[in-house]
């Protein structure tokens, strides 16, 4: 098994505002293996953003805050480093691509400066040098005329070709992790599969780790190594792909599995989960699904299971659980 | 009872593109460039297709909150848009749209029950005594609690909000419905309820349905046809079960291989296409299709299909169909 590139460790992301404290990542850890892609699903507000952005160091604060837990990256805590270093891994070891890609590419900028940018501050590239490069990483994420592109403007481009511009950056240099925040949501469906393959293709050229945030569960059937499940900023469910799909463990997992209508599974009714997700602020002592669960028990109510070991790289918390990991 | 409804023929609906300082006419967006079918009461079609290929314009010029640029639409044999502005206000409570974005369709100002009841005094269809009680009866229907009247649209989740634009729209009894994206901004969960919400409500009062989708998914689910649209023009159409099992048109096949499967043990085939979809205001010549269809030929650089039928009740526009 390869080895380890990230570990969360217990991480806690809270947002103070005027209504209350958000307990948006509430005691999450699991890891990344090198050249492993990981998908984080689960609904809206569960704090998947923000555990990327704790991992990226990008919290702004106020309102928010990292009041605990480590993050290890290579068995460095970036919680621990100064800014200074923490800069030169941003960019340089870990990249980001966010949702919508319009929002954070810089509009009065050529897309080649925007590439070559990077390049020159992490490499020591010379401008011509940098410029070349950037031809090259447009025409791997599939744009073809790279070197007309390079010299457009983000908003002469479409939404797919800005996405994979998001990603030549993110690649210019060489990150051993590449984080990608719904990557795809804005995009038509034709679009996402072209995109999807194109990570995919570069993942296993680069031998880089992918944390892939999405809540489609259709792409992460087809992207995921391990997948980990969120619910109200705590990690319900962890476990490699197929066995998530195969033998989801959490209520709330296997509830989603049933709710997703699948092409050619049609059904006469779809599954539903009752309610809505709890108000972030001031979540008690429960298991936060306790309010839909069709398995609630009083102990549900009353206190909250641990994310446990159950079977060989799986976890799970759910009182249902308690105490089979062990056997 | 299989009678019609519903009957689009020929339709268009161009928007101007202007520019300079007099804001002369450049050119035109095709936005739905002649489109045609029928829809029986009861029904539900779904109209797929990428963003921009003109699915709410269409749903939106059917019911006429769009002049048409030419064509027909024929509701229940009266052409809506000859009809004298009189008729067609008597004849609005029975077509209503919901819109996509359930967030910015409501008043931040206005009590949830007051939107609700808004429209149904508008139109008379009621007295004000009765409207407290006629609303609460559609909250109810809608899964929504009598608390809710008296609560405003920021104290909403998105999927109640989803139900409060439904409820606005079943509140005036309607027939027929385009619903455009209604499920499409909610997590799974959510989506679920409504999406079984709104089999409830058809089945109950036989209501037709438009869904408008880019989710094919959700679409084999809840309709019981389903038109492809692409660049303004409806390239292929049949029942839902023909449409998923027999596709036909080169971009229906490809839009179904793209939607990812929630299996991680199935790895299909994908046709990929390539490049983007080119703009409506300056569509490719002959088949729209052309510049990205994987298997064209040199006609369709220059000869436009013709859409008709090559099976029952299945349309396509393809040549080599
Ligand atoms: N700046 C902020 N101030 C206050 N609360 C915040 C802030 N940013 C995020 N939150 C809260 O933190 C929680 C987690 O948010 P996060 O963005 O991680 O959700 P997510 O899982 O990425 O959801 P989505 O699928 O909608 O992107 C949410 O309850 C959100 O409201
Ligand atoms: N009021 C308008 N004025 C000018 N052009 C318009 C107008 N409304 C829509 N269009 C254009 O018409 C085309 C079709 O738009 P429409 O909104 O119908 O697409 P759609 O299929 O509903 O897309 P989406 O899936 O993104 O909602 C687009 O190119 C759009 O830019
Ligand atoms: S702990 Fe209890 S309430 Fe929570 S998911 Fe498990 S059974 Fe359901
Ligand atoms: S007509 Fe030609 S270009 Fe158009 S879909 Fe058919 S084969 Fe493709
Ligand atoms: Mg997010
Ligand atoms: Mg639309």
Redesign the pocket.
Known sequence: MSSTLVEFRNLKTY?Y?EAGV?Q??NDVSFSIRAGETVCIV??????????AMSLMRLI?SP??KIVGGEILFEGRDLLKIKESEMRMIRGNEIAMIF?EPMTSLNPVLTVGDQIMEPLIEHTLLSKSEARKKAIQLIEQVGIPRADQIIDSYPHELSGGMRQRIMIAISLSCDPKLLIA??PTTALDVTIQAQILDLLRQLKKDRNMSLML?T?DLGVVAEMADYVVV?YA?KVIEEGPVKEIFKNPRHPYTKGLLLAKPVIGQRKERLFTIPGQVPN?IGLGENCHYSDRCEHAMDICRASQPALQKDGADSKVACWLYEGEGAK | MSDVILEVKDLKKYFPIRSGVFQRTIGHVKAVDQISFTMKRGETLGLVGESGCGKSTAGRTIIRLYDKTEGHVLYNGRDIHQLPPKELRKLRPKMQYVFQDPFSSLNPRVKVGEAIGEAVVDHGLCSKAEIREKVLEVLNICGLAPYHYDRYPHEFSGGQRQRIGIARALILQPDFIVLDEPVSALDVSIQAQIINLLSDLQQQQNLTYLFISHDLSVVEHICSSVAVMYLGSIVEMASRDELFKNPLHPYTKALLSAVPIPDPTITRERIFLKGDIPSPANPPQGCKFHTRCPVAADRCRTEVPVYREVGPEHHVACHLV
């Open positions: 947002f505002t958000v948006a990542v689960g609904e809206s507000g569960c704090g998947k953003s923000i555990t702004a309102p928010g949702q925040d719904e945030i809540h969120m900023g972030p």
